[in-house]
């Protein structure tokens, strides 16, 4: 399955959140689905609403489903909360980290931002958006990207942008440390790693 490169609003729209991180969402205007309104809202079955939770996570970080399926494997084989550790894990992509820093204000900005080499870890250039990124571990704009005209936008901007707390940031440098590894209440709370657990495990 090919990754969804239609509109982004267009899914948040169909699961009745945003997930595409935009400021000015459509869901927001527009909250009811895409589509012609049905005459009958139909029912949902455990295994449809486990579905969903299942797809809003996976469309969020951008991820195919045999790549999101990689993810819970690993994380299922971890000690601890399956669930949690899938989270986890995808808190800690680069690309992610990119995001929860502020350097871009979407994830599919940050993404593009690691694909075109203006992201660096412990002062080494990183394009993979899917890397680990480990406690401890600095990241960075390459000094490619600290020259860029984006870099000079982004030093006012990121000025209004909150970190989470395992995150600690240095906005003048554009630079940021992960101090600790994420865990339940760092992630958008209307995702429910429980559910994708339970649709996985049938």
């Given at each position: 399955m090919a990754r969804y490169t239609g509109p982004k609003c267009r899914k948040c729209r169909r699961y009745g959140v945003?997930?595409?991180?935009?400021?000015?969402?459509?869901i927001f205007r527009?909250?009811?689905?895409?589509g012609p309104r049905p005459v009958r809202r139909r029912k949902i079955s455990d295994r449809g609403q486990q579905l969903i939770e299942k797809q809003k996570v996976r469309f969020a970080y951008g991820l195919m489903e045999k790549q999101f399926r990689g993810y819970y494997?690993?994380?299922?084989?971890?000690?601890?909360v399956t669930g949690n550790n899938l989270m986890q894990m995808l808190e800690e992509r680069l690309d992610n980290v990119v995001y929860r820093l502020g350097f871009a204000s979407t994830r599919h900005q940050a993404r593009q931002l690691v694909a075109h080499g203006h992201v660096a870890?412990?002062?080494?250039?990183?394009?993979v958006p899917s890397a680990r990124v480990k406690a401890g571990q600095e990241v960075s704009l390459t000094a490619r990207g600290r020259r860029s005209e984006y870099a000079k936008i982004l030093?006012?901007?990121?000025?209004?942008?909150?970190?989470?707390?395992?995150?600690?940031?240095?906005r003048g440098g554009l630079k940021g440390r992960i101090i600790q590894d994420p865990g339940p209440g760092d992630w958008e709370?209307?995702?429910?790693?429980n559910a994708i657990?339970?649709?996985?495990?049938r």
């Open positions: 945003s997930l595409c991180g935009k400021a000015k969402c459509a527009r909250p009811n689905p895409p494997e690993t994380a299922n084989q971890r000690p601890g870890v412990d002062e080494r250039k990183l394009d030093v006012e901007e990121i000025k209004g942008r909150d970190v989470p707390g395992w995150l600690e940031i240095d709370p209307h995702f429910n790693p657990v339970e649709y996985y495990s």
